[in-house]
């Protein structure tokens, strides 16, 4: 048996990632806390639970990698899986890794040269995601519940993606192991967006007026600590909010388009695409 084990496969990516991969023929396992009982290919993994690698990667040769996600030390979880991935036989490890790096996240360029030393080791890394414009996301909730989109970035650019591109990027590696792949990939959309730009497309698409609210770091880490996120990662998701202002993170690339075929979708198709969300 061969096929690709795609872990976090009920998450954004991941959900589509799975999608892509079955209709084009390709055995997908997904690999979720809470496997769901109608798929015959969903299987229990988490990853505090060690016993749950080795059933996971049983006759499988590939693997999309979601590191634990709310953290910002994921490394001493996911090395113990890289280990038995690697003894298991695994022949491409692709890793959807981010293309901004969390302060005081020490962990994440070891990590990401851990999977690239791994047998057909590739790291995605992806820009900020449009669906944080989607529900359930604080970023979403807040436009969903006032029309506005609170930011401590300034006019700060990002190269906003759609996780469906990410997805498809992801696919194109995983389905061929015959393609020929770098070990890394920066994943963004077509173009650099602020929040302020986002807030007009919306607005315009959409007829739903959405606004521009700017706070401080502090408010923003506040904000997402109060959503529910863990506080150390609330305070480093608030703090990458000054690097965007800065303009660190204002780059884009050709990755999508050199890996599928095709230009990444732009935000005001995200937004056509998704236009309910706004105007429910």
């Known amino acids: 048996m061969s096929g690709v084990l795609v872990t976090g496969g009920t998450g954004k990516t991941g959900r589509t990632l799975v999608h892509v991969l079955r209709n084009n023929g390709v055995h997908a396992r997904v690999a979720s806390r809470n496997p769901a009982a109608a798929d015959p290919d969903a299987i229990r993994f988490d990853w505090n639970d060690p016993t749950t690698y080795g059933p996971a990667l049983d006759g499988m040769d590939r693997v999309f990698l979601l590191p634990p996600v709310d953290s910002v030390d994921p490394l001493p979880l996911v090395e113990p899986f890289l280990r038995q991935a690697q003894r298991a036989g695994i022949r491409r490890?692709?890793?959807l890794g981010s293309a901004i790096v969390l302060p005081n996240a020490p962990s994440a360029v070891e990590m990401a040269a851990q999977v690239q030393a791994q047998p057909g080791g590739v790291v995605l890394r992806a820009s900020g995601f449009m669906q944080n414009f989607?529900?359930?996301h604080p970023l979403a909730e807040h436009i969903h519940r006032l029309g506005e989109i609170r930011?401590?970035?300034?006019?700060?650019k990002l190269g906003w993606v759609?996780?469906?591109d990410i997805a498809a990027s992801a696919a194109a590696l995983l389905a061929d192991l015959d393609m020929g792949?770098?070990?890394?990939y920066l994943i963004t959309g077509p173009h650099g967006m602020s929040y302020t730009k986002a807030a007009q497309i919306i607005t315009a698409q959409t007829g739903r007026q959405v606004r521009v609210e700017r706070v401080t770091e502090e408010e923003q880490a506040a904000a997402y600590r109060a959503s529910g996120?863990?506080?150390?990662f609330a305070d480093a998701l608030a703090a990458v909010e000054r690097g965007i202002k800065m303009g660190r993170e204002d780059q884009v690339s050709t990755a999508v388009l050199d890996l599928t075929g095709r230009p990444p979708r732009a935000?005001?198709?995200f937004v056509s695409d998704h236009a309910c969300e706004w105007t429910q």
């Open 181 to 184: 792949a770098r070990s890394d």
């Open 93 to 95: 490890l692709v890793m």
């Open 134 to 136: 989607l529900r359930p």
């Open 229 to 232: 996120m863990p506080a150390e």
């Open 151 to 156: 930011t401590a970035a300034g006019d700060g």
């Open 267 to 269: 935000f005001a198709e």
């Open 162 to 164: 759609d996780a469906r």
